[in-house]
């Protein structure tokens, strides 16, 4: 079993559609992370959950909602998307503060095209 | 804010070689992390190697080690031995120190690398 599981894999919606992507962690970390990894630019931070706080970049549309119940699972909620959010959406856990390795394992993603 | 620069959007290798992959990055912080990132075809992210600012030592990874320079804010990857699953794009990434909270990494725009058979 993988560390970090993303569902989908894929996934295409119309923009009127309302999904939800999916990412769970086995590692026993309490932080989690949305990237979004578009074609020809840097990895955009989106938001990052932890016991203590969330941390929402103010660019973020909100179209966009995360949701996390419980320190393993983390959801990104998305509806009335336009076709430039297409892109693959990474999901990614770390240890919290105080962490003395610092990095953060990452799903294989969830390619996301909006029609 | 913390920035981090990739000059080279691709670089190729001959298998068997040695290449260097260039990161440079700006901050005001003393305590950090710095990271290189490797994302094959596959898509997921997978650390290749990391290095903590406070260590004088270059982090090395069986074929892969670093070129840290603290002062020039310069952190290169060496790939040795060039093998065809080296073929991936590979991002460099800095993270504020243990004592900064649920900071998230910043990432360089990466550079893909091609290994020539």
């Known amino acids: 079993e993988t560390g970090v599981t993303q569902t989908p894999r894929h996934l295409v919606m119309g923009m009127t559609n309302k999904k939800s992507l999916k990412c769970e962690q086995h590692?026993?970390?309490?932080?989690m992370y949305w990237y979004k990894q578009s074609a020809k630019k840097p990895l955009e931070l989106m938001f990052v959950?932890?016991?203590?706080?969330?941390?929402e970049n103010n660019s973020v549309p909100s179209r966009f909602s995360p949701e996390c119940p419980n320190s393993s699972h983390l959801f990104l909620h998305l509806h009335t998307l336009q076709p430039e959010d297409s892109a693959l959406y990474l999901c990614?856990?770390?240890?919290?503060?105080?962490?003395?390795?610092?990095?953060?394992?990452f799903g294989e993603g969830s390619r996301l095209t909006v029609l | 804010a913390q920035t981090v620069t990739q000059s080279q959007p691709e670089m190729s290798v001959q298998e068997a070689e040695t290449v260097t992959l260039s990161c440079t990055y700006d901050?005001?912080?003393?305590?950090?992390?710095l990271f290189w990132y490797k994302q094959p075809p596959s898509r997921q992210m997978i650390l290749v190697i990391r290095?903590?600012?406070?260590?004088?030592q270059n982090a090395t990874e069986n074929r892969f080690s670093v070129n840290f320079q603290k002062a020039a804010k310069s952190f290169s990857l060496k790939i040795s031995d060039s093998q065809l699953g080296d073929a991936a794009m590979y991002f460099c990434?800095?993270?504020?120190?243990?004592?900064?909270?649920?900071?998230?990494?910043?990432f360089g725009k990466g550079t893909r690398l091609s290994v020539i058979a």
């Open positions: 959950y932890s016991l203590e706080e969330r941390v």
């Open positions: 290095q903590e600012a406070y260590k004088q």
């Open positions: 901050t005001s912080e003393s305590d950090y992390y």
């Open positions: 990434a800095y993270r504020s120190g243990p004592n900064s909270g649920n900071t998230p990494l910043v």
């Open positions: 990614a856990s770390s240890h919290g503060q105080g962490s003395l390795t610092g990095e953060l394992f």
């Open positions: 590692l026993g970390h309490n932080a």
